[in-house]
Each structure stands twice: as structure tokens, then as C-alpha cells.
């Protein structure tokens, strides 16, 4: 059976989330996704080995929006993300702490530092001896270094500074590695990914592997790529969190969620992530 056939073996349980219907709606697979004319997104690619041919091409969420949504991100004057990148590009160089210290007053220049950065998070943290995401790097350093309270992980301060820091990995490709100490981790984030929960009874991938390309209510199903994280939601007006996002779809099952910066999202980020590797790195992209 073929990837596209699949979808519809799940399509009942999809409804029954309570979305009201589904259509399918298949992708623009031909539009080219540009940023100020100039920097150009690589947004559809083969799919790695270790996907076992779970899926024909691995897609940008890009591709799953409509033309206007699609446009909004082509456009750093009209991306609405951009003024949340702008206040952490501000906090960035902002003294907080006991330390007397900034990010930059370590890192430098935030374009120089933090280039390359997002597009291998999750990644394992060899002195922790665990599975760091971008959000612990960063309170790490608050802690240790700055003398500085934690920041929540999902609110504004972290989410901006995700975005300031994410946007200079704009353009190249997500590369996470998933061997070595990671593989565990990955292989975890795995089997949630497959793992049916909650009182639907459905997994990660009954959506975003079985089903992408369905037009359920107001939106489509994508692929579920993480790259363009964190996110601008038009409906909420403001930037989404990877685990905020992952928290809500595990909760969408039905099931008592993991918490966010919890070891299981973690692990289930790092596998998410792999998935969309050799994408480009869209932080901060759009999405309704």
C-alpha cells in the first residue's frame, strides 16, 4: 500500500477528533518559497533511510498553507513573527542577572554565535550527559553564567529568544544527529511517534504520516515538520513553542500530556526533528 492509500485507513479516526469533516486538499508542491528575494528555501526533499519509506517526500508545512499565509513568510516587512524576533535580538544584548552579563557579553555578535545553532537542536549535551533542547542551552547559560533566573520554556521571553536565535540558522538545512549517545533518545521519540494514545486511540502519526494533505476545518494536515519552529500562529497572534506544540497534539488524543522541557518531549522532539532533516531551517516561520 502506498503512502497516499494510507490516508484514508485513518481518515475516520481523524474525525472523529471533532474537526467536523475532512477533504483532501494536496499541497502546492510548485511554489517556491523565497525570503526577500533572495534567500531560497529548499522545502521539499527525498526522505532519509531511516524513515523506511514512511513517507514519498518530505514537505515543508510551507507548501500545506494557503497563498496568503504562504506569502506573509516571503516577506520579512510582512511576516508578523519578525517583531518578536526583533524584541529578542533586544534581550540578546539586554544585562540581566548578578553577573553583569548579556548573552553577547559571551557569545558576541548573535549573528556570528548563534549561526548554525537551531539547526541541530535537540542535540546531546555531552557534559550533561543528557538531550538538550535550544531552551536548556539557554537557561543554562542564564544560571550559570548570567546569574540570571530561568525562563519558562514556553513563555514570551524564551520564545522570543528561540526565534532571535533560530533565524540566524535561517536557510540551512536541519541536520540533528540521531547516532551515537542521541540514538536512544531517537529511538524513544520514535516509538511515541507510532505509539496510538489517549481515549482516541491515535498516534502522531495517524495525522501527520497517514493523513497529511486532509483539509479539516480551516487548515491542513502537514507533515509535521519542526523547522520553521518557534512558530507564528495567526489565530493566537503570537509565537508557538515546539513543545507547546507537541504538548497540544499529544493532549488532542485525549491523553493526559507530557509536561514541556518533560524528558519525553524531548526525545520525541529529536525524532520529529529528524524527520525534516535536510529542510531549511524556516524560524521563524507562518502558519494559521
Same mark, same amino acid.
Given at each position: 500500500m502506498t503512502t497516499r492509500a494510507k490516508k484514508t485507513a485513518v481518515l475516520a479516526a481523524v474525525m472523529t477528533v471533532g474537526f467536523g469533516g475532512a477533504a483532501m486538499a494536496e499541497p502546492d508542491l510548485d511554489a517556491k518559497l523565497v525570503i526577500n528575494d533572495e534567500l531560497e528555501?529548499?522545502?521539499?526533499?527525498?526522505?532519509?533511510? =531511516? !524513515?523506511?519509506?514512511? !513517507?514519498? @517526500? &518530505?514537505? #515543508?508545512?510551507?507548501?500545506?498553507?494557503?497563498?496568503?499565509?504562504?506569502?506573509? %513568510?516571503?516577506?520579512?516587512?510582512?511576516?508578523?513573527?519578525? +517583531?518578536?524576533? %526583533?524584541?529578542?535580538?533586544?534581550?540578546?544584548?539586554?544585562?540581566?542577572?548578578?553577573?553583569?552579563? #548579556?548573552?553577547? #557579553?559571551?557569545?558576541?555578535?548573535?549573528? %556570528?554565535?548563534?549561526?548554525?545553532?537551531?539547526?541541530?537542536?535537540?542535540? *546531546?549535551?555531552?557534559?550533561?550527559?543528557?538531550?538538550? /533542547?535550544?531552551?536548556? =542551552?539557554?537557561?543554562? $547559560?542564564?544560571? +550559570?553564567?548570567?546569574?540570571? %533566573?530561568?525562563?519558562?520554556?514556553?513563555?514570551?521571553?524564551?520564545?522570543?529568544?528561540?526565534?532571535?536565535?533560530? &533565524? @540566524? /540558522?535561517?536557510?540551512?538545512?536541519? +541536520?540533528?544527529?540521531?547516532?551515537?549517545?542521541?540514538?536512544? *533518545?531517537?529511538? @524513544?521519540?520514535?516509538?511515541?511517534? =507510532?505509539?496510538?494514545?489517549?481515549? !482516541? @486511540?491515535? /498516534? $502522531?502519526? /495517524?495525522?501527520?504520516e497517514e493523513n497529511y494533505g486532509n483539509y479539516i476545518r480551516a487548515d491542513h494536515l502537514s507533515q509535521g515538520h519542526l523547522n520553521g519552529f518557534p512558530t507564528l500562529r495567526l489565530k493566537k497572534g503570537s509565537l508557538v513553542s515546539t513543545h507547546n506544540r507537541l504538548f497540544g497534539c499529544v493532549r488532542d488524543t485525549r491523553a493526559e500530556s507530557y509536561p514541556k522541557g518533560s524528558a519525553e518531549l524531548k526525545a520525541l522532539e529529536l525524532y520529529v526533528a529528524s524527520r525534516g532533516n535536510g529542510l531549511s531551517v524556516e524560524t521563524p516561520a507562518v502558519r494559521p
Amino acid at each position: 500500500m502506498t503512502t497516499r492509500a494510507k490516508k484514508t485507513a485513518v481518515l475516520a479516526a481523524v474525525m472523529t477528533v471533532g474537526f467536523g469533516g475532512a477533504a483532501m486538499a494536496e499541497p502546492d508542491l510548485d511554489a517556491k518559497l523565497v525570503i526577500n528575494d533572495e534567500l531560497e528555501m529548499t522545502t521539499i526533499v527525498e526522505p532519509a533511510p =531511516y !524513515l523506511d519509506g514512511a !513517507l514519498d @517526500q &518530505v514537505i #515543508s508545512g510551507w507548501h500545506f498553507r494557503d497563498a496568503a499565509t504562504r506569502a506573509m %513568510e516571503m516577506d520579512d516587512f510582512e511576516n508578523p513573527a519578525m +517583531n518578536f524576533v %526583533e524584541d529578542g535580538l533586544a534581550a540578546w544584548d539586554a544585562v540581566d542577572g548578578t553577573e553583569g552579563k #548579556s548573552c553577547a #557579553s559571551c557569545h558576541g555578535a548573535i549573528e %556570528e554565535g548563534m549561526r548554525g545553532v537551531r539547526a541541530v537542536m535537540p542535540k *546531546y549535551n555531552e557534559e550533561a550527559g543528557d538531550l538538550w /533542547s535550544l531552551e536548556e =542551552y539557554i537557561n543554562d $547559560c542564564r544560571v +550559570n553564567r548570567m546569574g540570571a %533566573e530561568a525562563w519558562n520554556w514556553d513563555k514570551t521571553p524564551m520564545k522570543v529568544m528561540t526565534a532571535a536565535i533560530g &533565524v @540566524q /540558522s535561517r536557510g540551512m538545512p536541519v +541536520n540533528v544527529a540521531i547516532d551515537g549517545p542521541a540514538r536512544p *533518545y531517537w529511538e @524513544q521519540g520514535k516509538e511515541m511517534f =507510532y505509539a496510538r494514545t489517549g481515549l !482516541l @486511540q491515535m /498516534s $502522531c502519526a /495517524s495525522c501527520h504520516e497517514e493523513n497529511y494533505g486532509n483539509y479539516i476545518r480551516a487548515d491542513h494536515l502537514s507533515q509535521g515538520h519542526l523547522n520553521g519552529f518557534p512558530t507564528l500562529r495567526l489565530k493566537k497572534g503570537s509565537l508557538v513553542s515546539t513543545h507547546n506544540r507537541l504538548f497540544g497534539c499529544v493532549r488532542d488524543t485525549r491523553a493526559e500530556s507530557y509536561p514541556k522541557g518533560s524528558a519525553e518531549l524531548k526525545a520525541l522532539e529529536l525524532y520529529v526533528a529528524s524527520r525534516g532533516n535536510g529542510l531549511s531551517v524556516e524560524t521563524p516561520a507562518v502558519r494559521p
